[in-house]
């Protein structure tokens, strides 16, 4: 692994009090949201994508994004051309054909939308959650024109042994480098993330947990968003058990929520990081 970093591809806006834990102060206020996209460089020059966010056209034409999915239209995207994954790819210096894998945590369109701005990218999905996919169009939070642009789509079966405490896994390349684990509960199939290049790991939970506390016990989640999005409310709170366990593995890896502003701000930003 060459390089691996966060990026964020523009902001969402929400009213505090549907994600903040209850004894959050002001929580009538508007906060602001991460769209938190990983990228890892790879020795022989390729790159994936832990989720993609918005497409190029949403990011630049952000009220395109409203009225998308009933559950979700609280949440406002902030966002100009440059935030799409894309441009800051090419703005980096990165070719974003060689983007050969994305790996989608969900297929919800915050996640998979900018499938399409990488015409070479290989979309790597848990098969429950294709499954969910085409079984529950209206499920909120799928948008089947998302999938059509994406070239190839690749369903992955997490029956490998359980890793950093996740019930299953699937090793992508065989090097324990980009491995997919078992998060279910914000949806069928969601899938954690580990990033491990040899020291300490990242583990991107895309939205098993919107923000880090709702894992935590004191405050617990989850938040009001949480519920209100969720799969599987029991799934969800085993898997928020499962990622205690995994913060506390031995290798102490940083668990990364899609949406969580503050855990993004710690993170690697830039390649040479
Ligand atoms: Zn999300």
């Known amino acids: 692994m060459r390089s691996r970093f966060f990026r964020t ?11 903040q834990s209850g004894s959050a102060r002001n929580a009538l206020a508007i906060g602001k949201m991460a769209m938190t996209i990983a990228i890892v460089e790879r020795d022989d020059g390729s790159i994936v994508l832990v989720d993609c966010g918005y497409a190029e056209e949403i990011c630049t034409n952000p009220t395109m994004h409203a009225g998308r999915v009933l559950s979700l239209s609280v949440l406002g995207l902030e966002s100009t051309g440059e935030d799409a994954i894309v441009r800051q790819l090419q703005t980096l210096g990165f070719d974003p054909r060689k983007v050969s894998h994305v790996v989608a945590t969900h297929l919800h369109l915050d996640h998979v939308g900018a499938i399409k701005d990488f015409p070479n990218a290989e979309l790597v ?3 429950e959650e294709f499954d969910a996919f085409l079984t529950q169009p209206r499920f909120p939070g799928y948008r089947r024109q998302d999938l059509v642009s994406a070239g190839r789509i690749r369903i992955v079966d997490l029956k490998e042994d359980p890793r950093f405490g996740f019930p299953g896994s699937f090793d992508l390349f065989g090097d324990s480098e980009i491995v997919l684990l078992d998060a279910k509960g914000h949806t069928r199939g969601t899938l954690a993330v580990a990033i491990d290049d040899g020291k300490r790991p990242y583990i991107h939970i895309g939205d098993a947990a919107y923000q880090s506390w709702e894992y935590g016990l004191a405050p617990s989640g989850p938040s009001r968003l949480a519920k209100l999005t969720a799969w599987n409310e029991s799934a969800l709170h085993e898997t928020y058990r499962v990622l205690r366990e995994a913060e506390n593995h031995e290798r102490r890896p940083i668990l990364v929520p899609a949406h969580d502003i503050d855990v993004y701000a710690t993170l690697p930003h830039d390649p040479k990081a």
């Open 9 to 19: 591809a523009g902001e969402l806006k929400a009213p505090k009090f549907i994600y």
């Open 125 to 127: 999905v848990a098969r």
